[in-house]
């Protein structure tokens, strides 16, 4: 993947491995981004929606659920722009090759967040801990289950991809 960045946009030409799995991204997110809290499988209500800190903060229920409702809408606030670049990346069988996706500067926020949304999503449903993500041998990673193989290795994908996005944003512009 190549990303470059002009004065409004990030542009990530794509591989067709890496447009596989963007698109799967984006339609997983866009599948549970459309869901209520209470309405998400109990793995990614654990990543996503957790209470723990409303709890520790001693809010009340009322609160704790106007904090699940403004999480919701926010995530449910990017599912136009997740059916954007769902659609510039192509349907399944298209020719993957040298797919670009193009990201607006002022929605790159909103990308590095659903890109770390799926990461935590897949990492809970996975049961993927520290001691998982910590792994750094071919040989460690080897005695893992397939599942959580996968799964890290698309944890560790989206995460470098969210490193380049910090990256570009952090260099300026190149000019439009």
């Known amino acids: 993947m190549r990303l470059t960045r002009t004065k409004s946009l ?3 030409t794509c591989g067709p491995l890496e447009t596989r799995l963007l698109r799967n991204v984006f339609t ?3 599948a549970q981004y459309r869901l209520k809290p209470g309405e998400v499988d109990p793995n990614t209500a654990a990543a996503w929606y ?6 520790t903060a001693g809010m009340t229920a009322e609160e704790t659920q106007d904090w699940l ?3 919701q809408q926010l995530k ?13 990346l192509g349907r399944p069988g298209q020719d993957p090759d040298n797919s670009s996706l193009h990201v607006r500067l002022e929605d790159a926020d909103s990308f590095i967040t659903a890109l770390n949304d799926h990461r935590l999503r897949v990492a809970s449903c996975r049961q993927i801990g520290q001691r998982e993500m910590d792994v750094e041998s071919p040989q460690a990673l080897a005695v893992l289950p397939v599942a959580q193989q996968e799964a890290l290795f698309e944890i560790h ?9 910090l990256r570009a944003l ?5 000019g439009d």
């Open 76 to 88: 449910g606030g990017s599912v136009t722009r997740l059916e954007d670049w769902s659609a510039q």
């Open 69 to 71: 409702n403004h999480l």
């Open 50 to 55: 957790s209470t723990r800190g409303c709890q």
């Open 170 to 174: 952090e260099a300026g512009s190149g």
């Open 28 to 30: 997983e997110l866009l």
């Open 157 to 165: 994908i989206l995460a470098w991809l969210i490193e380049d996005t």
């Open 10 to 12: 990030l542009r990530f």
